[in-house]
């Protein structure tokens, strides 16, 4: 069993294109996550949910939306996507301490 | 600024030999500190964390992390490495206590064992 689960796993598009990553996780946890992870290696959070709600919202171009359905399920929607969105984007889970991370999702635009 | 360093991008170590992977930290109060690992084109995997208590903490695959409250530093170590720990060590840590909803990691710490 998958405890965080991220598709796809690679997802290559056009500039432009609008595309979404889902994430599941079923640790019962109750904070969902969504980071990238940059070609330097370099990891930032980009949203955090706790309880589908939306606790935060980094610094982060409002082409990105971050959907969260209930709580074992966070979704990110990138709309007119850029080159520079090209990254790994990992999904995690908390509940307390530490986190629990998906396999990430290589996107690449071209 | 909250910020986690970690100053060497790679470190060599022959296998059977001891590892330290450095971490400082630069953030108030009393955080949270983790390492993880990353393996090629995989996700992040948790070694070990410290919240409390005694400063030495053990972790999975034999990994160990001293914390050093008047250094700000949680350096990782293992006593014999092996070529199959090679990977992509982060650490990070919580701005404050209880605030598990962000981590902050450091640029990471390329480890490389050879045979």
């Known amino acids: 069993d998958t405890a965080v689960s991220q598709t796809p796993k690679y997802l290559v598009t056009q500039m432009g294109n609008d595309k979404s990553i889902k994430c599941e996780q079923n640790?019962?946890?109750?904070?969902m996550y969504w980071y990238k992870q940059d070609s330097k290696k370099f990891l930032k959070i980009m949203f955090s949910y706790n309880n589908k709600e939306l606790i935060i919202n980094e610094t982060v171009p409002n082409r990105f939306s971050p959907k969260s359905p209930d709580k074992a399920h966070l979704n990110l929607h990138i709309n007119s996507l850029e080159l520079g969105d090209s990254a790994v984007y990992f999904c995690?889970?908390?509940?307390?301490?530490?986190?629990?991370f998906g396999q990430g999702t290589r996107l690449t635009v071209v | 600024a909250q910020s986690v360093a970690q100053p060497e991008d790679q470190v060599n170590v022959a296998e059977g030999n001891p590892l330290t992977v450095k971490c400082t930290y630069s953030v108030s109060g009393n955080p949270y500190l983790f390492w993880y690992v990353q393996y090629p084109n995989r996700g992040l995997q948790f070694l070990l964390k410290?919240?409390?208590?005694?400063?030495l903490v053990k972790g999975s695959y034999g990994f160990e992390a001293e914390f050093n409250k008047s250094q700000t530093s949680f350096h990782l170590k293992k006593p014999s490495a092996l070529v199959s720990d090679s990977a992509l060590y982060f650490c990070a840590v919580t701005p404050q206590r209880g605030a598990t909803n962000k981590l902050i990691f450091g640029t990471g710490t390329l480890l490389a064992v050879q045979p």
């Open positions: 410290y919240i409390t208590g005694d400063n």
């Open positions: 640790l019962g946890h109750d904070t």
């Open positions: 995690a889970s908390s509940r307390g301490t530490e986190a629990f």
